[in-house]
């Protein structure tokens, strides 16, 4: 029997043509483009290698995106960021053993993303004693949300952001690291065992660790002071590139004031050595120097922005408006190799007032269909504006022809021609594009347009990491995957789940909507009896519910209404 595939919402994955009228940019034109040929230099920072300081500090670089640092203490080690896979975790630990073979007496995550913590569990595997696992509150809570009701979106926006599904030799690098390790192993979450709110103080292997509370890339951003080495690991709070104040994958909104407040907590301890967790470490003078100039360009960002949008300007007038200053535009730490100005005022402008621009025009617009259609009108009829399409990709105005063919898209008008002529637009734009982000997500839309891109071979969660993922969350995806249009607007269903850990959960459905409760209910339709792990399991994709029903595993009164339930659960 097939596996039922609505349950593989959970499926973890971090977060991977021809024409007449034009052909795709060959490759050595790519090279002689100047601005790309800056993103080929860029690669230098990730060179895959490990490099040794002094006070026992190592760093391993170019191991998938983020780096990985080896500590050493005394009879212990400490790894601060634990790689994005457990294929990397594997050759980082691999690499640190001929360095120190001491056990890890803790585990670092500076911050939830996906890049420094789905290693973690190989590096706790390879020893009888659990280490500590190191992280900010509101971490695991961070993971979850990503593993939970947004893995869908986030996993195939990733994907083409880190252009994980493009041939090797289209992606040049992922502007923070050479590129992300999907699909090459399970991932391998461990949820943090200590965790702290605004400070932590921690002698480990006789070293003195204090870690602080830094909000920015994300809310759970953390940094490492080592006061007797003067060292900092500042996380993802500064790399070498401008800073990703919005991510195109989607976010939920990065408090620009915080970040900078951030950087001057950092800059105030006056450190000697920085230790980032993406690009190069950097000394001496270089730290109060490229610190301030960070911070000074991500506050130039922000206030302007405010300044602007007070004067009631569009976010498009006001993206106009901004560039940064020579002087802070100049640093190898601005140029946007990640994010860019252009989409952090956006953010900005969103992150204090909404999506709503204050354009009258544009709070309830004219749907989109019927945009097309008067414009097509306008154009003379649908065949004068795909024949608009085509000389705008033949004049090479790439970014005008991809916004003619999603009015043509709408029209549903020559469907297989337009997204012939919108490929060749996006493949053009991203093979010129020296932002990896934009240049990839571009490329892997081209690939889909073009019919070229297979699916992902995402793999499986393990079970023990599932083991560590709260029941909640399989629920709260449950709650978001519910299809109305696979329930009657006035069918009424109460499932009642027991468990064996003791948790009770209840799912109402009503309306057309899945309430979920804590408690059972007196009336219960359907009654359901499991192992917590293995519900999740089920869940997962990771086992059959028909054939644990049948081995009595999952034990449900109503087994076939169950079963026909949770084929209304889809992502």
């Known amino acids: 029997m097939k596996k039922i595939q609505y349950l593989n919402v959970f499926i973890i994955s971090f977060l991977i043509l021809s024409c007449s009228q034009s052909e795709p940019i060959a490759l050595e034109d790519i090279i002689t483009n100047p601005s790309v040929e800056n993103l080929i230099n860029h690669s230098q920072e990730f060179q895959q290698n490990i490099y040794s300081y002094e006070d026992g500090i190592h760093a391993a670089i170019g191991f ?19 790689t994005d896979s457990i294929f990397q975790a594997k050759k980082v630990l691999t690499e640190f053993k001929k360095i120190n073979s001491n056990p890890i007496a803790a585990i670092i995550y500076t911050h939830n993303h996906g890049d420094h913590t789905l290693g973690a569990q190989y590096f706790a ?26 893995n869908p979106i986030i996993s195939r926006r990733s994907s083409k952001m880190f252009g994980t599904a493009l041939p090797e030799e289209d992606v040049i690098n992922v502007g923070i690291g050479p590129y992300l390790s999907v699909g090459k192993s399970a991932p391998g979450y461990l949820k943090p065992n200590v965790t702290f709110q605004d400070r932590l103080n921690l002698n480990i292997a006789g070293i003195e660790f204090e870690f602080f509370h830094a909000p920015g890339e994300t809310d759970d951003q953390i940094f490492v002071w080592l006061p007797e080495y003067s060292a900092l690991f500042p996380g993802d709070n500064v790399y070498k590139t401008f800073p990703n104040l919005y991510t195109i994958r989607g976010t939920s909104h990065r408090d620009v004031n915080a970040w900078i407040n951030s950087l001057d907590r950092m800059i105030d301890l006056n450190p000697a050595k ?8 950097f000394f001496n003078d270089e730290v109060k120097k490229n610190l301030t100039i960070y911070r000074d360009g991500i506050q130039f960002v922000h206030d302007q922005t405010i300044r602007l949008m007070n004067q009631g300007m569009h976010p498009e007038e006001i993206i106009e408006r901004i560039k940064l200053p020579k002087a802070v535009g100049s640093s190898p730490y601005l140029q946007e190799f990640y994010g860019t100005v252009r989409w952090s005022v956006k953010s900005i402008f969103n992150g204090y007032l909404g999506w709503f621009s204050g354009n009258i025009s544009e709070l309830d617009p004219t749907p989109t269909s019927k945009k097309a259609k008067h414009i097509a009108d306008l154009a003379g009829g649908n065949d004068a504006l795909f024949q608009k399409l085509e000389e705008a990709v033949d004049q090479e105005e790439m970014q005008w022809a991809l916004e003619l063919s999603d009015l043509l898209l709408a029209l549903e008008y020559r469907p297989k021609d337009v997204k ?16 990896p982000n934009k240049r990839n997500y571009f490329l892997s839309e081209a690939q889909i347009l073009m019919g070229k891109q297979s699916d992902q071979n995402i793999i499986p969660p393990e079970s023990s990491m599932l083991d560590q993922i709260p029941i909640d969350m399989f629920f709260d995806v449950l709650r978001v995957n519910l299809d109305p249009n696979k329930i009657d607007s006035d069918e009424k269903i109460n499932v009642c789940f027991n468990f064996s850990s003791g948790i009770t959960k209840s799912i109402i459905i009503r309306n057309q909507i899945a309430q979920i409760t804590n408690h059972l209910l007196q009336n219960c339709s359907i009654n359901v009896k499991s192992d917590d792990l293995l519900f999740k399991e089920v869940l997962a994709g990771i086992k059959n519910p028909l054939m644990e029903i049948a081995n009595g595993n999952l034990i449900v009164d109503q087994d076939v209404k169950f079963l026909q339930l949770l084929m209304s659960f889809r992502p």
């Open 64 to 82: 998938g995106i983020a780096n990985s640092y080896l500590i050493e203490g005394k009879e212990f080690n400490i790894i601060i960021d634990a």
């Open 125 to 150: 595997d390879q020893q009888e004693e659990t280490p500590l696992v190191i992280a900010h509150d509101l971490t695991a809570a961070s993971v979850e949300k990503i593993f939970g009701i947004l």
């Open 274 to 281: 920085v230790f980032p967790s993406h690009t190069q470490p």
């Open 420 to 435: 012939e002529l919108r490929a060749i637009s996006a493949q053009f734009i991203g093979n010129l594009s020296s932002n």
